[in-house]
C-alpha cells in the first residue's frame, strides 16, 4: 500500500485515504480508484469483517468478546509508527463481553496512529484493549500523574528580587524599620506542559507566601510578596505587611524564600506537589545614628 501511495503522490495525486476494515491496518488485499482530484486506497483484511477494530495476537478490543482477531501488529501501522498503551484498570467491558480471568492479562488504552485526512494531517486512533501479556515498556504511555512530575521538572521559577527601603546597598539604622517585599514581576505564576501517548499535563506553580531571614536571627513570615514602599507612606512609618527593625549595627546577610504551591491537572485528572522554593540575599549594613549633645 504504501509504495502505491509513494507511486501516486509522485504524479502528483492529492490523497484522500479511507482505511475499511481497520483504522491502522496495514496490509491486506485493497484497491486504488483514482478521480479527477483525488485517490482513495481502500484496505480490507481477510478474516476481519468491515467495520471491526483490529488486534494483535493475543489481544482483544473492549468492544469485542475476548476473542483474539488474526491481524498485523500495531506497529505495523499506516505510517509505521508504533502505538502506545497506558494501562485503563478502572475500564468496565460491556455486558455479555468476555470478563478474562483475573491475573491473566489487563485492560490497556491503546492509542494508534489513524489515516490521514484528506488535508493531509494525521489523526490518531484510540480503543480499550485486553493484553494477555504485558506490552513492551517502550510502548507504555506515561500515567497522567508521571506526565505531571515531568511538567513539574520542565518548571522554571523566576528568582525573587529583593527591593527594600532603605534602598539594598544603602546603609539601615538601628531602630528604624525596614520594609521589606519581592518585586511584583518575579511573583507571578509559571506553568509547564508535558505530553505523551496523546495525553497532555500542565503543572503550575503560584508564589504563596515569603520567608524573611534577616540576617540577626530574626525570621518572618509574609503572606505575600510585600507592600513597595511609596515616597506617600512617610519619613520612618511601619511596613503593613513585611518589616523589620535592626537592634544593633553591624553587617547582616538578608534572605528570602518564595515558596510555591504546585498543582497539575489534564488527561481528566488532577492533583498537588510538595511546595518549590526559590532563594535570595543581599548584604545589609545597619549603622548606630550618634547623638550631638550642645550647650
Not at 186 to 198: D, E, H, L, P, R
Request: with cysteine.
Amino acid at each position: 500500500m504504501l509504495s502505491a501511495i509513494r507511486t501516486l503522490a509522485a504524479i502528483g495525486c492529492a490523497f484522500a485515504v479511507v482505511l475499511t476494515g481497520s483504522s491502522w491496518a496495514s496490509a491486506g488485499d485493497g484497491g486504488v480508484n483514482c478521480g479527477s482530484a483525488s485517490c482513495t486506497v481502500t484496505v480490507t483484511v481477510p478474516g476481519s469483517p468491515a467495520g471491526s477494530i483490529l488486534a494483535p495476537p493475543g489481544m482483544s478490543t473492549g468492544s469485542g468478546a475476548g476473542q483474539a482477531d488474526p491481524s498485523p501488529s500495531p506497529s505495523g501501522s499506516f505510517f509505521s509508527t508504533p502505538c502506545t498503551y497506558r494501562p485503563d484498570p478502572e475500564y468496565q467491558p460491556p455486558a455479555g463481553a468476555d470478563p478474562h480471568p483475573a491475573g491473566s492479562g489487563g485492560w490497556y488504552l491503546m492509542t494508534c496512529p489513524d489515516a490521514l485526512k484528506p488535508t493531509g494531517v494525521a489523526n490518531t486512533f484510540s480503543t480499550v484493549v485486553w493484553l494477555s501479556t504485558p506490552p513492551p515498556a517502550s510502548a507504555v504511555a506515561p500515567s497522567p500523574a508521571q506526565l505531571a512530575a515531568q511538567a513539574r521538572s520542565l518548571l522554571r521559577l523566576t528568582t525573587p528580587v529583593i527591593g527594600s527601603s532603605p534602598k539594598p546597598g544603602s546603609p539601615d539604622l538601628v531602630g528604624v524599620n525596614v520594609w521589606a517585599w519581592v518585586a511584583p514581576s518575579a511573583w507571578s505564576a509559571q506553568s509547564a506542559t508535558a505530553s505523551a501517548g496523546g495525553l497532555s499535563v500542565t503543572a503550575t506553580a503560584t508564589p504563596s507566601y515569603s520567608t524573611w531571614d534577616f540576617g540577626d536571627g530574626t525570621v518572618i513570615t509574609c503572606l505575600g510578596p510585600g507592600t513597595v514602599y511609596q515616597p506617600s507612606d512617610g519619613e520612618n512609618p511601619v511596613s503593613p505587611t513585611c518589616g523589620h527593625d535592626y537592634r544593633q549595627a553591624g553587617s547582616f546577610t538578608e534572605t528570602v524564600t518564595v515558596h510555591w504551591s504546585v498543582t497539575w491537572a489534564g488527561a481528566g485528572q488532577s492533583g498537588a506537589f510538595n511546595d518549590m522554593t526559590t532563594t535570595a540575599n543581599a548584604p545589609v549594613t545597619v549603622e548606630q545614628s550618634q547623638a550631638v549633645v550642645t550647650r
